[in-house]
């Protein structure tokens, strides 16, 4: 499976009749949230090929035509993706939540994860804590990604939130347990 991996940062060549030239063989789109709605909706007009999201703490709504799959776990090509969107409380708003929050919100998805024998993929907005997160607790990630990366030991964990402008940062971690970590922010091809 070839998969379209975005996330934060609109990518003017991906936002143009050049993305044509990457669309071909690509079987999913995922988002990892804050992207336009607009923006998503052109690559799903560009790509034919599904879009599963995850909210990002900026986003309002999901964009038409696509698979929200933040909460949940979806099936599609033989994979199984849990997504987990938002990022850490740091004020009032939408899709921030704080670390017991985002225990809760797994903890409410365990009788579907145990139907479906765990998942290959973990879609997020934030990142684990330490693999790829920032010092504040704007862009701090989240431990409980940690308790569930070690426990479940998916293939990969897509996240974005931590921009490339932010710092030097770097994209492509390998968690402890041997999960690949991506931070998608732009875009990123994933072949499965």
């Not at 940062?9 to 030239?21: A, G, Q, Y």
């Not at 690509?26 to 923006?39: M, T, V």
């Not at 990630?141 to 940062?169: C, D, Q, S, V, W």
Request: charged share 25%.
């Amino acid at each position: 499976m070839r998969i379209l991996a975005v996330s934060d940062e609109e990518n003017n060549f991906l936002w143009s009749e050049r993305v044509k030239n990457i669309a071909r063989g690509i079987d999913l789109i995922i988002s990892c949230g804050d992207l336009k709605n607009e923006y998503l909706e052109f690559l799903l007009t560009m790509i034919n090929a599904p879009l599963l999201y995850v909210f990002g703490n900026h986003d309002n709504s999901g964009a038409e035509g696509g698979i929200c799959i933040d909460g949940k776990i979806y099936k599609i090509g033989g994979l199984r993706f849990l997504g987990l969107g938002g990022s850490m409380r740091y004020r009032q708003g939408r899709n921030m939540y704080t670390e017991r929050e985002m225990k809760i919100r797994f903890l409410k998805i365990l009788p579907r994860l145990w139907l479906n024998r765990g998942f290959d993929i973990l879609v997020t907005h934030s990142p684990a804590k330490n693999y790829g997160d920032l010092q504040d607790l704007a862009h701090s990630g989240f431990e409980t990604f940690n308790a569930i990366i070690n426990k479940y030991k998916p293939k990969y964990m897509l996240h974005g939130h931590i921009h490339t402008n932010y710092t030097r940062i770097k994209k492509e971690y390998l968690h402890e347990s041997g999960t690949k970590i991506f931070n998608v922010c732009g875009y990123k091809i994933i072949e499965i």
